[in-house]
T-cell receptor, first 116, second 112 residues
Framework: GAGVSQSPSNKVTEKGKDVELRCDPI?????LYWYRQRLGQGLEFLIY????????KSGLPSDRFSAERTGESVSTLTIQRTQQEDSAVYLC??????????????FGSGTRLTVV | DAKTTQPTSMDCAEGRAANLPCNHS???????VYWYRQIHSQGPQYIIH???NNETNEMASLIITEDRKSSTLILPHATLRDTAVYYC?????????????FGEGTQLTVNP
């Protein structure tokens, strides 16, 4: 597609339930990133996928959070046993990378997660 | 990645140039300067980037000082739709890519 697509755009879930968020990157973009943004705060890095390399999971806040990506396509971010502090907008971005090349990120519109 | 320092907020009159400063005194020779903005309730949007030369595109101009320790993003004719948080980021880019680390940014308010 023309941009990064995220679904759902809004999700309300009960505390303790699992949720799955989806990101469709721009076709051909080898790198994919997940960020979290709590209300009124800055962007918090969660995880980064680059091609077939092992993902950089250093930003995941707890073992309740996990993410997968198959090849250079769709990624899913899963939050198990959701807590109220997980309420935030979850943003996905993709970019191209390569030797000597230098691209910006394209962000999706995000998934607004509310845990009640 | 090098740390950046930006003012917390700025105001600008509609139609005037908005000049947003950024200090990155610890920048390394292989780090680029990137600017993004985030309009309320939207994902961040790429604006421009540069290494050492000044850059211009349809959205903005980027002026980088000769010592590369600071830069200025210029929106030549600010509109109300330019009201957003503007992030200045320095980043090394290589074959493996790298993540962007967002700071607090500058809240730019364009006033009618």
């Amino acid at each position: 597609g023309a941009g990064v697509s995220q679904s759902p755009s809004n999700k309300v879930t009960e505390k303790g339930k699992d949720v799955e968020l989806r990101c469709d990157p721009i076709s051909g973009h080898t790198a994919l990133y997940w960020y979290r943004q709590r209300l009124g705060q800055g962007l918090e890095f969660l995880i980064y996928f680059q091609g077939n390399s092992a993902p950089d999971k250093s930003g995941l806040p707890s073992d309740r959070f996990s993410a997968e990506r198959t090849g250079e396509s769709v990624s899913t971010l899963t939050i198990q046993r959701t807590q109220q502090e997980d309420s935030a907008v979850y943003l996905c971005a993709s970019s191209s990378t390569g030797t000597g090349v230098n691209y910006g990120y394209t962000f999706g519109s995000g998934t607004r997660l509310t845990v009640v | 990645d090098a740390k950046t320092t930006q003012p917390t907020s700025m105001d600008c009159a509609e139609g005037r140039a908005a000049n947003l400063p950024c200090n990155h005194s610890t920048i390394s020779g292989n780090e680029y300067v990137y600017w993004y903005r985030q309009i309320h309730s939207q994902g961040p949007q790429y604006i421009i980037h540069g290494l050492k030369n000044n850059e211009t595109n349809e959205m903005a101009s980027l002026i980088i000082t000769e010592d590369r320790k600071s830069s200025t993003l210029i929106l030549p004719h600010a509109t109300l739709r330019d009201t957003a948080v503007y992030y200045c980021i320095v980043r090394v880019v290589g074959t493996s890519g790298s993540r962007l680390t967002f700071g607090e940014g500058t809240q730019l308010t364009v006033n009618p």
